[in-house]
């Protein structure tokens, strides 16, 4: 078992680097997944860094953290856990497929949170393979939210298992007949800005020229940053003390910088479903749910 602790938010410099320099020694279905954990204990927001979000994603300030802000504060574990020298991918080699939110409580601003995250299932896919991080944040040793990060890895794995029906994680189809309820204009500027919030400097975010020589028109909005602000735009998250939301998303493709996007619904098919479109683009860059919990306290 690997274990990383930390006392503050970490800083990415050093995982940024690890990601070129340290090599991978490859998965292998016999030994599967690297158990690696990473803790945050007594994790505070920083207000300044919280109005910066809010501000950047266009999202209404609550007494209580927007919530896929979590995300944002355990993004530097994420990545240190990516970088070390246990994890068999180089992160680049590994593309963000989908995530699940589960926030069973919102949380203050001002909450004191442990921060727990961890490497999660394995599973054949086609073409690859699908892997989990796990995100479980505690308030006063109640678990309040919880996030999978699903990514998949293409390749030939050894002794990789056949896909089996049904073993995939969840996917969400493109709406029928959907209409556009909320357009908005993503700057040139975002990937830089959102980069800056969340420690996520991927160079496919922040620079075109480093994104052309990954095969994109050019820099792309970070996913996470569109999820929160299209939620926001959803208008269907009310942040009450006895309200918990499930938020599913799958990311279908890039969205690039300097584009118009429109979040587009069918609310008498499917009330609960979204899906978010760029430009002219005949097909939704993800598809989103959010569906409301029965209060619970996540055990």
Same mark, same amino acid.
């Given at each position: 078992?690997?274990?990383? @602790?930390?006392?503050?938010?970490?800083?990415?410099?050093?995982?940024?680097?690890? !990601?070129?320099?340290?090599?991978?020694?490859?998965?292998?279905?016999?030994?599967?997944?690297?158990?690696?954990?990473? %803790?945050?204990?007594?994790?505070?927001?920083? /207000?300044?860094?919280? $109005?910066?979000?809010?501000?950047?994603?266009? +999202?209404?300030?609550?007494?209580?953290?927007?919530?896929?802000?979590?995300?944002?504060? $355990?993004?530097?574990?994420?990545?240190?856990?990516?970088?070390?020298?246990?994890?068999?991918? %180089? $992160?680049?080699?590994?593309?963000?497929?989908?995530? %699940?939110?589960?926030?069973?409580?919102?949380?203050?601003?001002? $909450?004191?949170? #442990? +921060? @727990?995250?961890?490497?999660?299932?394995?599973? =054949?896919?086609?073409?690859?393979?699908?892997? #989990?991080?796990?995100?479980?944040?505690?308030? /006063?040793?109640?678990?309040?939210?919880?996030?999978?990060?699903?990514? !998949?890895?293409?390749?030939?794995?050894?002794?990789?298992?056949?896909?089996?029906? *049904?073993?995939?994680?969840?996917?969400?189809?493109?709406?029928?007949?959907?209409?556009?309820?909320?357009?908005?204009?993503?700057?040139?500027?975002?990937?830089?800005?959102?980069?800056?919030?969340?420690? #996520?400097?991927? =160079?496919?975010?922040?620079?075109?020229?480093?994104?052309?020589?990954? *095969?994109?028109?050019?820099?792309? /909005? @970070?996913?996470?940053?569109?999820?929160?602000?299209?939620?926001?735009?959803?208008?269907?998250?009310?942040?009450?003390?006895?309200?918990?939301?499930? +938020?599913?998303?799958? !990311?279908? *493709?890039?969205?690039?910088? *300097?584009?118009?996007? /429109?979040?587009?619904?069918?609310?008498?098919?499917?009330?609960?479903? !979204?899906?978010?479109?760029?430009?002219?683009?005949?097909?939704?860059?993800?598809?989103?749910?959010?569906?409301?919990?029965?209060?619970?306290?996540?055990?």
């Amino acid at each position: 078992m690997v274990q990383l @602790h930390y006392s503050k938010r970490p800083k990415v410099l050093g995982a940024l680097i690890k !990601f070129v320099v340290v090599p991978r020694s490859g998965f292998n279905w016999q030994h599967g997944m690297p158990n690696i954990q990473a %803790r945050w204990p007594a994790a505070r927001v920083e /207000a300044k860094a919280l $109005a910066q979000y809010l501000q950047t994603l266009s +999202i209404s300030p609550t007494p209580y953290l927007p919530i896929l802000y979590p995300h944002v504060l $355990a993004n530097g574990m994420h990545m240190h856990m990516l970088a070390h020298k246990a994890f068999p991918f %180089r $992160a680049m080699g590994v593309l963000h497929l989908k995530n %699940r939110v589960r926030q069973f409580c919102p949380i203050a601003v001002d $909450a004191v949170m #442990d +921060i @727990h995250c961890y490497t999660g299932d394995v599973r =054949p896919v086609e073409k690859g393979l699908e892997f #989990d991080f796990v995100t479980d944040v505690y308030v /006063a040793g109640q678990k309040v939210w919880e996030e999978i990060s699903t990514y !998949f890895a293409a390749g030939r794995f050894a002794d990789a298992p056949q896909p089996s029906v *049904g073993a995939s994680s969840f996917e969400l189809s493109s709406l029928s007949d959907a209409a556009p309820i909320k357009p908005w204009y993503v700057p040139k500027n975002r990937g830089r800005a959102y980069a800056k919030l969340s420690g #996520d400097h991927n =160079p496919i975010h922040t620079s075109k020229w480093a994104a052309k020589l990954f *095969g994109l028109k050019r820099d792309i /909005a @970070h996913g996470t940053g569109l999820l929160a602000q299209a939620v926001e735009q959803s208008g269907v998250i009310t942040q009450g003390p006895e309200l918990g939301w499930q +938020i599913d998303v799958v !990311f279908k *493709g890039p969205v690039y910088l *300097g584009s118009h996007v /429109a979040l587009k619904a069918n609310p008498k098919l499917e009330p609960q479903r !979204f899906d978010l479109y760029s430009e002219d683009n005949p097909k939704p860059n993800f598809c989103l749910a959010i569906k409301p919990l029965q209060y619970a306290n996540g055990s």
